[in-house]
């Protein structure tokens, strides 16, 4: 089977051209602007025609689209996540190749969601932020292009080579800083979020599965189950072998968390509690400077997802039409979160 992989330089494509390289029944080229690229190509501003000539020479059995970006103003957003896939599927419409495209979508696309729900694939979407509206487009475009064609809406994806701006990307810097410099605490803003995290060799996994697939439509690809990021930020710090205190800048509802005076550890933030208890056993979330004087810098976590508080898929319909399941659970992704930052120690 010949594959075109577009965006085989992005966080999730080389993972899908890793898996992909592993299967012996494939042929892969990847296209992309990078001079490692086997063919360099900006769809931003290369024509569809342009696109076809190469299609046709090639003649790949499937196309798979990673690329984009999830930063810049509008109009860049526009120009890389919904423009570039309109010349996708204009050349794949002009092409004789016939063949199958797979597209990168994102959670994002449905925007805002009611805390405790799940969210399936016929959920109407309302994308809250222009990166949703530019993917949502995107979708848009391949559902009525009459290609075969299929959309994979990957919520939150985590695990190796996470991009150091991201939620979990700047969590685990801040981390690896307070380490390098000795500080005992970290003040942190903004964990009240809760959202549906993926490892991005599962979601590779399943844009293999969906290449060799006749599935068609949108298909959620998550772990389905929402994790605070104040738990994820946990997680993290126990791995990390993180022994200092976590200050959380707006704990939930307002209200600090508690702990026992005394006791080694807390539930809620499985951190080691004695440094950052006040005399009335709370847990210091008001972000102000230590009793000795020296204050630390509060570190934020915004999404800029447009999602709002939290986001759940539902992932039924990868199951039943990909037979794909996560497998990787998110204590290992942070992990290899945590083995790169460690080794700019």
């Known amino acids: 089977m010949r594959v075109l992989l577009i965006g085989a330089n992005g966080y999730i494509g080389r993972f899908v051209a890793d898996r992909l390289l592993a299967d012996?029944?494939?042929?892969?080229?990847?296209l992309g602007r990078g001079d490692d690229a086997d063919v360099r190509f900006d769809l931003a501003t290369g024509s569809p025609g342009a696109l076809t000539r190469f299609l046709d020479a090639v003649h790949p059995g499937v196309v798979i689209n990673c690329a984009g970006t999830t930063r810049g103003g509008a109009r860049e957003l526009t120009r890389h996540n919904t423009v570039a896939v309109a010349t996708i599927c204009e050349a794949l419409r002009r092409?004789?190749?016939?063949?199958?495209?797979v597209q990168i979508g994102c959670g994002s696309e449905y925007g805002p969601s009611q805390p405790g729900s799940s969210t399936a694939e016929d959920a109407v979407p309302r994308p809250g932020g222009p990166y949703g509206v530019s993917k949502l487009a995107a979708?848009?475009?391949v559902l009525g292009s009459g290609l075969d064609a299929v959309v994979l809406r990957v919520f939150s994806p985590a695990g190796p080579g996470t991009p150091a701006g991201s939620p979990l990307g700047r969590l685990a810097e801040a981390m690896r800083r307070a380490m390098q410099s000795g500080d005992g605490e970290l003040r942190l803003g903004g964990l009240g979020?809760?959202?549906?995290?993926?490892?991005?060799?599962d979601v590779a996994r399943a844009v293999h599965a969906a290449s060799l697939s006749a599935a068609q439509g949108v298909i959620n690809i998550g772990s389905g189950r929402a994790v605070r990021l104040r738990d994820a930020a946990a997680t993290l710090a126990r791995v990390a072998g993180y022994g200092g205190a976590l200050h959380e800048l707006d704990g939930p509802h307002g209200s600090p968390l508690r702990a026992p005076i005394g006791h080694p550890r807390t539930e809620s933030l499985g951190l080691r509690t004695e440094s950052h208890l006040r005399s009335d056993g709370h847990v210091r979330t008001d972000g102000h400077a230590r009793p000795?004087?020296?204050?630390?810098?509060?570190v934020a976590f915004p999404y800029p997802d447009g999602c709002g508080s939290w986001q759940q898929a539902d992932v039924r319909t990868a199951r039943d039409r990909l037979g794909w399941r996560?497998?990787?659970n998110l204590e290992e992704s942070l992990a290899d979160i945590w083995m790169e930052a460690a080794c700019r120690i």
């Open 95 to 101: 092409s004789g190749c016939g063949a199958r495209l």
């Open 292 to 298: 000795d004087g020296d204050h630390v810098p509060p």
């Open 24 to 30: 012996p029944a494939v042929q892969l080229t990847a």
């Open 326 to 328: 996560p497998r990787i």
């Open 139 to 141: 979708t848009e475009l």
């Open 193 to 201: 979020a809760q959202r549906d995290f993926v490892d991005v060799r």
